[in-house]
Structure formats: structure tokens, C-alpha cells
């Protein structure tokens, strides 16, 4: 096992490296630079050009690559352009909400998924389960924004029970955090929830068919003990999988909803900084996101031992 | 207070001519004049100032208890390094061409000295539409205007909130206990800057369906701008008033390169006057319709200078036949003709695939470049051939007011490859252009203007789609909202009930 860890983390400091070059040279093959936007819609190609040659930008790109890399080894993600401040600084002024979102999200999606999925599963072919189907199908074919702006127009503008938009760090109260998150995190979920509930309803349903399952049924096992105790743990690793998988979509998926419910999180920060040529931040997010998706990877990979004692590294 | 806005990614109203930016600028820092409501300068920071008989030497007096926001006072030395920052952008260019010598009499009198007489050295010196001159502390105006402040240390109304500052999201202004306002009435930027309310808090709400419903609910008090699709939603809701606060309204324009084929020569840029109708790129731009209007006058339609020279031959428009004719007298032999689309510009983006279809109808080999703002500023500025990663047409906006200067109007100069994109050259209006600044009087600029105007419309380098009002709305508890003619909505005066 540790050996596999050890394997992984070193393969895992490769891709790094590897994504480390690819963001560079990507953000910098996309036309147009920070000193044409700072300088503003009517300045002049002089104002341009030596505003470009302030921030460095006319020295050779491997230069301005070993500088940003030498500074990354040394845990230094930069300064931004535009804000004056250190990267890292502003993206963990934006990871509360992100994380927030992301985590309640997950809690949602994975309760109520797995839990219409083994519904679903248990009364297949009934009411419930085309009920529950249908949802899936509807949760999976909205996009996110549409959700958005219904649940925004009937419960917070209609009803006024919730507000429309904006971001309570978590120190300025559970309350209103809470209350804030609320909207945002269903209609992000419900996409989740039925991707969730469709792969656990088909992952149970192989199991249910399964010859020790007639067996445990004809030794009078409760209906409880063969779904929870028989049935769940032998289906959990393609759940887990597909929990993995969400939750590292996840993190891109936040965008549009931060964008919706204007909260100041990760997602909006990374768009802003792509519209503003902000070369350091977008360097910066996508490493240490590519380093989460890394993460879950060898997570998930290591979940699997818990639930399945056969899998072993 | 709440206000759903765009917001500054730069803090330095020197280094950037963003909006944005001046917008913020506004509540932070002060100026020496402020135009009042008619646009005439007033001092603002100054007690008194005067000219010497000859016109070449100008002594400003401050007002007293003038204060910067970390409590020390504001001194002529802060002014005079601040006027020499301003000398260094376009801003202050010709204020600086003129000009022997800014230097510090006492701890509150300074004096600018010329070089000759300059008959516009005041309305300079209070002009907002490109790098307005704002005072800054001495040891931040020592900066180059390339390498931007962000120490939001200014003397205006409103001090900048470093805590609260979450960059991208939202910005904070306190009322500034320390300034002291004018005695005289507010009046636009001139008179008593008073802060009726303790905290005014900028966000960026990007999503304009949610910041319509965050104004409903209470959550917003002002959304400056609208998008014209919810105006009837705005007017539908008793509790919400939807005015044009940013008096000034935009022109939009499509800027023609004049070093390339085919619109190197003078009749294909006339055959695009010929052809373009306003009313039909305006029902795009704004379908609302609402307060939109044709613009003709090189100096827009709200300036003092707004004229009818030499505008007969194209205000009517939309005549393909005689575009037709022209481009044939041009020689118009195919060649490409690049349109940049800026798909993350709702309005261009829009305007720019209506022009597409327009010059396809009179025979142009049209091609349309999407690419985000960003990108087309970076094509915009290539004076190279389409093949070669140029361009032939690029639609922008700007503020109606901003058409009063010529002499800082990048968009009005026409001094070729040292200008402004498109780089059209006539020397004679560049001679017009230059008297600009020492003529007096509004009648003499009238005068020059007509002249200026003749030479621009014959040489057809730009060509206008209209203009469209800038609306924004509040909600109706809030009084006192300070709109300008110059294109500004002010922090200060208003109130919430």
C-alpha cells in the first residue's frame, strides 16, 4: 500500500509538471495581455506598450517561465496584476465559498442520490421508480442556471423566504451562511442527485439479481438487511466511482452557479482573471486545482480497499 | 447602500482610462475644479485662483482643511507632483506641451507657468473624459503613471475600505469624517461634496437576471446599468425608478482601417456612410428603443459642439446602391474584409454580425473574427494586412461627453500611425485641431468644430451607428442621486429613506 501511494505521488509530480507548462504556454498563446486591459478601451498604443514593458511582459517567455516556476518550487504562486496582491492570498479569499458550496453540495447529492437510487431499485418497475426516473432525467437535462432562476424567482423574489444572491462567510454566522447557501446548493445539486440516483438504482439492481441475494431472501432476511447490509456495500464501487468523479466536475461546475447566485468563490475569480489576462491567477488556480483532481484520484482509488477487501494495492 | 456595478481591476486613475476605475476615483480622490451641471469649471479643492495679465502664469490657492484619508494635509507640493503624474499621460499632454514650469509657492499655493497663453488650461485642468487630473499624495504621484497606486489614499468624500476589499466581487467606500465640503450647493462635481450615507458598497453582480431580482428584493439599491431587455420589468415594479442618471449616453461607431485594402481609399470608407442606416443598427444595439437617437456631428449629439457640417451626403444612409457605386469606383476587386467580433460584448457582438449581413449586400468579401475584448484589443492594434493577422472594421462605444475634447479624444485625432487605431491622417484637421486649445469662447470652438467637422465626414474614417442612453435603475426610497452630463453617477448627496 505504501509503496502505491509512494508510485502515485511521484506520477502525480509529473502530470504537475507537466500541467505546470501546459497553463503556462496556454495562457499565453491566447491572444491579447494584461497591459492591453489595464491601460483601458481608449488608450493609446504608447500607453500599451509601456505599461507592458512595467509588468515584464517583453521578456522572452522561458525567461518569464523560470522565473514563475522557480517561484511555484518555492510555494510562491505570485502576484496579481490586476489586485497587487499574492495569488494565494486572493484564492483563499475564495475558497471558503467555493468549498462551502462544494462540500453541502456533495452532502446533498450523495444522501438524497443514493437514497432515490435504492428506492428506486427496490420498487423497480413501480410508481415510485418511474417517479424517481423521471426526476433523474428532468435534475440531469436542466442546466444549473434555469434551476437557478426558478428556484430564485419562486422563493426568494415570490415567497421571500431566502435571498437572491450573495455569499456570509461562515464567521459572520451558521445562520446566514446557511440561509445563503440554501438556493445555490439545490440547484446545483440537482444535477448531481440524479446522476447519483441513477448509477446506484443501476448498480443495486445488478446486485439485487445476484444468486446470494434469492439466497439471503429465502433464508428470511429482512428487507433493511438485504438492501443496506447485502446489497449497498456489494454496489459501492461504481457509486463511489461516480461520487469521485462528481465531486472533482465539481469544482469547474461551480462557475455558473457562483456566477448565478454572485458568489464570490473560486469559479468567478478563474473567469475574471481569464477576461482580464490575469496570467498569475489563472496560473495559479488551475495547478492547485489540477493538484485536487490528483488528489480525489488516488482518494477514491484508496476507498475502494475499505469497501471492497478484495481490492488490493 | 448597495450598488450593482461593474468594478475597477486597476486603482490608479492614471494608469487606466476604465470607467471603472475613474468612476472610483471620483469618491476617493478630489480635483482642483469640478465642471458644475453646464459643464463650466468651478473650483473644487481651490479657494481662489488667477491669471496673470499676459495669460502665462496661473496661481492656484487651496482650501483650507483639506485632508488626506490617513489624517495628513493636503499641500501644494502633493499638487504640483500630482499635475506632473497628469503630465505624463494623454491626459495632460498638451497641458504639459505648454508648460515652462508647475512649482510650489507655499504650503497651499502653487503656480503653472506657460510656455504661451493656453485658452483651454482650465477646462483642462477640470476635464473627466480621458485621465481626469485628480490630486494624489506627493509620495504616490512620484510613481510613473505606468507603475499604478494601490495605497486608496485620497482626500475625497469616501475612503476606500482595505479589509472589506474582496478583489473581483465587491468594493467598500466609509464616509471620510475628515473632508469637509464646499459651502456652495452641489452642483454635478462643483459645490458640496456631502455624504449622506456611511458606507456604499460596490458589487459585481454578472448575472443580469440576478442582480434585476437582487434590486426587487431590496438586496441592490441602484443597478447603474440595464440591460435594455429588463426595462419593462424595471417599469413594472412600483418600487423601482428607471432613469438615464449617466446623462451623457453612448455612441457607438465602427472604426475602419485606413492603411489597408479595400478601405485604404477614400471612397469604399465613404460607400460604409452611404450604407449605413441608424435606425436599423440601433433596433439591434438597443431593441428597447427607448431614448435612442441618430448621431451625425462628429461632436456627438448632446456636446456644445454637436453640429450638421457636411453630414446631408449620409444622414439618411442606408442606400446600398450608391455604396455599390462607390466601391466600384474604389477599384473593389474582392479582397477580404475582417470584421473583429467581440462575442463577450453583447451589444458589439450583435452590431457586428448585423454589419456582416450589410456589407454582404453590397458585394464585400466579408469575414467575421470572434474573439473575446481582450483579443480584439490586442488584433486592433496590428497595422498589417487581414492575411497577415490585421483587420478591416472593429465596432466600439464611447461616452457622448468624451466628444468635447478634441484634443484629448483619441477617436478624433487623425495624426496617422502615431494616433489611434484605423490611423487616418489629414494634416490640415490636425492644424484645425491644434488651434483647438487656444482659441477662446465658445463660439470660436463652434466655428472650429464646423471646419473640423467638414475635413472628418470627407475623409469618412469612422462612420456612427447611433447613440443609446445609458439607463440605470434604484430603488424609489433613494433621493439625492447625483447624474452628469459628463457621464458619471456621483456617491455623494444621496440619501436612503
Known amino acids: 500500500m505504501v509503496t502505491y501511494i509512494f508510485r502515485r505521488m511521484i506520477s502525480a509530480i509529473v502530470v504537475m509538471a507537466m500541467v505546470g507548462v501546459f497553463i503556462f504556454l496556454l495562457v499565453r498563446l491566447a491572444p491579447g495581455d494584461p497591459a492591453d486591459i489595464i491601460a483601458g478601451r481608449a488608450a493609446t498604443d504608447q500607453t500599451v506598450a509601456d505599461i507592458r514593458e512595467q509588468l515584464g511582459l517583453n521578456a522572452p517567455l522561458p525567461v518569464q517561465f523560470r522565473q514563475w516556476a522557480g517561484n511555484l518550487l518555492n510555494g510562491d504562486l505570485g502576484m496579481s496584476v490586476f489586485a497587487g496582491r499574492p495569488v494565494l492570498q486572493l484564492i483563499s479569499q475564495r475558497l471558503e465559498p467555493t468549498i462551502s458550496l462544494s462540500i453541502l453540495t456533495m452532502i446533498l447529492s450523495v444522501t438524497v442520490g443514493i437514497s432515490f437510487g435504492i428506492l428506486a431499485a427496490w420498487r423497480t418497475g413501480g410508481l415510485v421508480d418511474r417517479l424517481l426516473t423521471a426526476f433523474s432525467a428532468l435534475g440531469y437535462s436542466v442546466p444549473v442556471f434555469v434551476i437557478g432562476y426558478f428556484l430564485i424567482y419562486f422563493f426568494a423574489i415570490r415567497a421571500h423566504w431566502l435571498p437572491v444572491q450573495g455569499y456570509t462567510p461562515i464567521d459572520g454566522g451558521l445562520g446566514p451562511w446557511f440561509v445563503h447557501l440554501i438556493l445555490p446548493t439545490v440547484a446545483l445539486s440537482l444535477g448531481y442527485i440524479a446522476f447519483i440516483a441513477r448509477v446506484t438504482r443501476a448498480s443495486m439492481l445488478e446486485v439485487l439479481s445476484e444468486d446470494y441475494m434469492r439466497t439471503a431472501a429465502a433464508k428470511g432476511a429482512s428487507s433493511h438487511a438485504m438492501l443496506f447490509h447485502h446489497a449497498l456495500k456489494n454496489a459501492g464501487v461504481p457509486i463511489l466511482t461516480v461520487i469521485g468523479i462528481s465531486f472533482a466536475y465539481l469544482i469547474g461546475g461551480v462557475v455558473i452557479t457562483e456566477t448565478v447566485f454572485n458568489i464570490p468563490g473560486v469559479g468567478r475569480l478563474v473567469v475574471d482573471a481569464i477576461n482580464n489576462r490575469d496570467y498569475p491567477i489563472i496560473q495559479g488556480v488551475l495547478i492547485l486545482t489540477s493538484g485536487l483532481y490528483v488528489l480525489i484520484n488516488l482518494a477514491v482509488d484508496l476507498a475502494y480497499t475499505l469497501i471492497d477487501p478484495r481490492i488490493r494495492y | ?497
Open chain 2, 1 to 497: 447602500m448597495r450598488w450593482a456595478r461593474g468594478l475597477p481591476t486597476i486603482f490608479d486613475p492614471y494608469t487606466t482610462t476604465d470607467s471603472n476605475t475613474v468612476d472610483y476615483a471620483f469618491g476617493v480622490y478630489d480635483m482642483l475644479f469640478g465642471l458644475d451641471s453646464k459643464l463650466v469649471p468651478q473650483p473644487q479643492m481651490l479657494d481662489s485662483w488667477s491669471a496673470s495679465d499676459d495669460k502665462k502664469t496661473y496661481t492656484f490657492s487651496l482650501r483650507d482643511r483639506l485632508s488626506w484619508h490617513d489624517g495628513t494635509p493636503v499641500t501644494a507640493a502633493d499638487c504640483v507632483a500630482s499635475i506632473r503624474r497628469w503630465f505624463q499621460t494623454p491626459g495632460g499632454q498638451l497641458v504639459n506641451e505648454r508648460t515652462k514650469d508647475v512649482s510650489k509657492v507655499d504650503e497651499k499655493s502653487f503656480v503653472i507657468t506657460l510656455k504661451k497663453p493656453l485658452g483651454v488650461l482650465i477646462d483642462q485642468l477640470a476635464q473627466v473624459d480621458v485621465y481626469p487630473l485628480f490630486m494624489m499624495r506627493e509620495q504616490d504621484a512620484r510613481r510613473p503613471p505606468t507603475d499604478a497606486v494601490t495605497t486608496h489614499i485620497g482626500s475625497g468624500p469616501f475612503k476606500f475600505n482595505e479589509e472589506l476589499y474582496v478583489p473581483g466581487a465587491s468594493i467598500t467606500f466609509d464616509k471620510y469624517d475628515g473632508y469637509v465640503p464646499r459651502d456652495d450647493a452641489p452642483d454635478g462635481l462643483a459645490g458640496a461634496k456631502i455624504a449622506r450615507v456611511r458606507r456604499v458598497v460596490w458589487a459585481k453582480l454578472p448575472d443580469p437576471q440576478t442582480a434585476m431580482a437582487a434590486l426587487q428584493a431590496g438586496e441592490v439599491d441602484v443597478l447603474v446599468e440595464v440591460p435594455a431587455d429588463l426595462f419593462p420589468v424595471i417599469e413594472s415594479d412600483p418600487n423601482l425608478v428607471l432613469e438615464n442618471l449617466y446623462k451623457s449616453g453612448f455612441d457607438y461607431f465602427l472604426r475602419m482601417n485606413c492603411l489597408q485594402k479595400p478601405f485604404d481609399n477614400v471612397k469604399a470608407r465613404q460607400a460604409v456612410l452611404h450604407l449605413i442606416n441608424q435606425d436599423a443598427f440601433l433596433s439591434v444595439i438597443n431593441p428597447s428603443l427607448k431614448g435612442n437617437r441618430n448621431v451625425t456631428s462628429l461632436f456627438g449629439v448632446n456636446t456644445p459642439f454637436s453640429n450638421d457640417a457636411n453630414t446631408n451626403w449620409f444622414r439618411k444612409g442606408g442606400d446600398p446602391e450608391k455604396a455599390k457605386q462607390l466601391l466600384q469606383e474604389a477599384g473593389y476587386t474582392g479582397e477580404k474584409v475582417v470584421i473583429l467580433d467581440p462575442t463577450d460584448w453583447t451589444e458589439g457582438h450583435n452590431a457586428s454580425l448585423f454589419l456582416a449581413s450589410e456589407l454582404r449586400k453590397i458585394g464585400l468579401n466579408v469575414e467575421l473574427a470572434s474573439s473575446d475584448w481582450a483579443a480584439l484589443v490586442a488584433r486592433r492594434a496590428r497595422k498589417d494586412s487581414v492575411e497577415n493577422g490585421g483587420w478591416s472594421i472593429f465596432i466600439s462605444s464611447l461616452p457622448d461627453f468624451s466628444l468635447t475634447s478634441p484634443n484629448s479624444a483619441a477617436f478624433m485625432a487623425m495624426n496617422g500611425e502615431q494616433g489611434w487605431v484605423g490611423w487616418p491622417q489629414d494634416d490640415q484637421y490636425e492644424v484645425l485641431r491644434a488651434k483647438w486649445a487656444d482659441v477662446t469662447g465658445i463660439e470660436a470652438h463652434r466655428a472650429l468644430a464646423r471646419e473640423m467637422q467638414q475635413i472628418f465626414w470627407d475623409y469618412a474614417s469612422s462612420a456612427y451607428l447611433g447613440h443609446v442612453p445609458a439607463l440605470s435603475a434604484y430603488r424609489k426610497n433613494l433621493t439625492g442621486l447625483i447624474g452628469l452630463q459628463a457621464g458619471r453617477l456621483l456617491m455623494w448627496n444621496m440619501r436612503k429613506d
